[in-house]
């Protein structure tokens, strides 16, 4: 699986179009297991990646899946939608950028050095996390 490894917020996974309905029955087959056996339902909370790598649905080493279930608490016919928040990114000062970006001038680097997530970012160009 291609990993894009320049996003800001880590190696995100790639899914290949070919792909993404195997990746969909093999999850609905996992959520179907934990609705029907209480010992695996646990087994799968308590560590997700290793029950989707089974499954097939590749995983990059070092990635952490929280798996976060839906209870009586969310109202009948309500959508919830989980969003990430990334840590802040440290700061970085004009001259360090100016150097790594080749010496452009310190007075377009002062807007990146408030350092917040370009992909993130109000205005950014960058793709939605």
């Known amino acids: 699986m291609a990993v894009v490894s320049d ?4 190696a ?7 792909k993404a309905e195997d990746y969909a029955s093999a999850y609905r087959s996992i959520v179907r297991k934990t609705w029907e056996d209480p010992a695996f339902k646990a087994e799968y909370l ?3 990646e290793k029950y989707l790598r089974e499954a097939g649905i590749p995983i990059p080493e070092g990635t952490k899946v929280k798996v976060v279930e839906h209870g009586d608490n969310e ?10 928040l990334p840590s802040r990114l440290p700061s970085i000062s004009d001259e360090s950028l100016a150097a790594v970006a080749g010496g452009g001038s310190s007075s ?4 990146a050095s408030s350092a917040s997530c ?8 960058g793709s939605a996390c």
């Open 12 to 18: 995100v996974p790639k899914i290949p179009a070919d």
């Open 7 to 10: 996003h800001p917020h880590g």
């Open 46 to 48: 308590a560590n997700p």
């Open 118 to 125: 370009p992909c993130c970012s109000a205005g950014s160009s």
């Open 75 to 84: 109202e009948e016919g309500s959508t919830v939608i989980t969003m990430p």
């Open 108 to 111: 377009s680097a002062s807007s």
